[in-house]
């Protein structure tokens, strides 16, 4: 299943129970211990879903055939046996892309992408790319040859900014490539490249009569330019005759 569908992890010591996020369990016994890790073996359904799990000092790792994992760590000392998820990732390599989401349920950004981790040829063979370039980006967490797109959403959970970042000789840079404005019903209305001295941005219009066929879709398109500018935008056409098959639809755009 999804990364995102994992609830909890329960350690029974000879056995853990995996929660997914509709209650159903699967269980995994234990094996012995070897350098810090325990590899658990997956019984009946989980053994079935291809899911390995193991735990190590930090928790449990849940990862499925795809090459998702859920890492799983102690959220309330007051139940030490229950584990939630801390860090949902696709891990990458030297070669391959990885992926870190939003595991905070409070979060409306819940289940989004935080961080998009680019191939690093820095990393030895076996090491994801996840690992070695955690989220949030940090000089002091990220090694060298770490590069990322970071996500950034507000309350609402919708996307504001996107920025590429990078670590090289210990130093970290951060910048912002792509910033995001919405209305109150969460319409994007701007789009822009905040590295401009004066952003560029390219505005959105929508149709706000609610008797109106079209309600709710764009009305226009404007080209990318500074508050002054004087581009005229792209205007959208509805089929506004109530009686036409098409009553509704786009009929030119100009």
Partial sequence: GSSMNWASVTDDTSYAVLTDSSGNTYAFAAGTESGGITPYTAQSIAASQGLTLTKSASGFTLTDPSGGQVQFAVANTSTPTVYTPSNVSIPGTSRSTGYIYD???SDASYGDPL?????NPNLAQGTSSTSACPYPASAAT???GCRALQFTYNSSGLATQIAFEYQQSGVLTTTPVAAYS???SHRLTGESDPQATTPLVTGYTYDETTSDANFGRVLSVSPAQSSAGTLEPWTFT???TATSPDFGKLISVS
Wanted: glycine residues 6%; without cysteine.
């Fill in 103 to 105: 595991t905070n349920h």
């Fill in 115 to 119: 961080l998009m981790v680019g191939p």
């Fill in 142 to 144: 990220w090694t060298d």
């Fill in 182 to 184: 919405y209305d109150t």
């Fill in 238 to 240: 509805y089929n506004t």
